[in-house]
Structure formats: C-alpha cells, structure tokens
C-alpha cells in the first residue's frame, strides 16, 4: 500500500511543477525587420523573466541550425533596466518540444579533398562522397534568464536579427516566448 501512496504523491508534484516557468506571454512572432515590443509585463521583485525563443526551420542541413541575435532592452518608466545582445539557436543546449522530420531526399555531394603526397611531393586530389540530410525541426530553446529588482509594470522592446543570408532565408521563423521563474 505505500507503494501506491508514494507514486501518486510523486506523480501530483511532477504535474503540479512547470520546470520551465509559467507562461506570462504567447508565442510571439518575431518581425526581423523591425524592433518588437511587449508592453505591460506587471512583475514583482525577485521575479526572473526567462525569454525562450521558437523556431521553425524547414530546410536544416546536416542538422546546421541558422543562426540570429537577440537584441533586447527591459526597461521600467522609461528607464533601462537590463540591455543585451545575446546569440540564439548557436548550441543544442535548454531544447523543449523538439519535432524533427527528417526529409525523404538525401542527396550525395562529392567532396573534393586535396593531400599532398609526402614520399614525391607531389599534389593528389581525391573525391569522396558526403550524405546531405534535409530536415524540419521545431522547437523552443532557452535564450537568457533576466531577474527583476523591482516591482512594477515592464516593456520589453526586442529585435531579432539574422547573423548571415541562410538565417534570414522565408522558410526560417522565429518567435520568443516569456516565462517567469
């Protein structure tokens, strides 16, 4: 019989905490061209705000994910209280709700390699075939925890940049998520 009492005890306190933080915004779509904002944000001292971003790649290459910045600055009445620029999706690190679909297409690409012979210094060029595998892959990944000194209603102005031309591509959408702690 204890048994049975110390599963159901251990099952109520694994659903009744949120190990990553109660929600306090939805899933926003970040705008790459312009800066975003989230008004009214009414936290209290020793709240930590955790920005977690979402996305949404359609073509990942051998599992290279694109990679953005995240600019942001918290702000209190008008006044800065925390600014930053932080890289997102740079490491598979703090992933939740992950859906990987690998796609049906793997395609080789030859690889050239050039060595140089040591014996006749002479110069050899071999070719070697490398598996490309495409894929979508969603998920949500922790960018920054940000703690909050005082009480009061926040804004938090964002911007989510691209760092080169394959992140900015239309089949990549990002969106940032806020959770308390």
Not at 52 to 74: M, Q, R
Not at 124 to 140: D, G, L
């Amino acid at each position: 019989m204890k048994p049975l009492y110390l599963i159901i005890l251990c099952s109520l306190f694994t659903f009744s905490c949120n190990p990553v933080g109660e929600k306090i915004t939805e899933e926003t779509p970040a705008d790459m061209q312009l800066v975003n904002t989230i008004d009214g944000l009414d936290l209290k001292k020793g709240d930590v705000i955790v920005v977690w971003s979402k996305l949404e790649a359609s073509f990942v290459k051998n599992g290279v994910l694109p990679s953005f910045d995240f600019i942001y600055n918290l702000s209190l009445n008008g006044n800065t209280v925390a600014n930053s620029s932080v890289a997102m999706f740079s490491d598979k690190k703090h992933i939740i709700n992950s859906t990987y679909t690998q796609q049906k297409e793997e395609e080789e690409q030859p690889m050239t390699v050039q060595t140089s012979g040591y014996s006749d210094d002479s110069d050899t060029t071999q070719v070697e075939k490398q598996k490309e595998v495409s894929a979508s892959w969603e998920f949500e990944q922790k960018v920054i925890e940000i703690p909050v000194e005082k009480d009061g209603k926040y804004t938090l102005d964002y911007k989510v940049k691209p760092k080169d031309a394959e992140s900015n591509s239309m089949f990549n959408k990002a969106a940032i998520i806020l959770r308390k702690k």
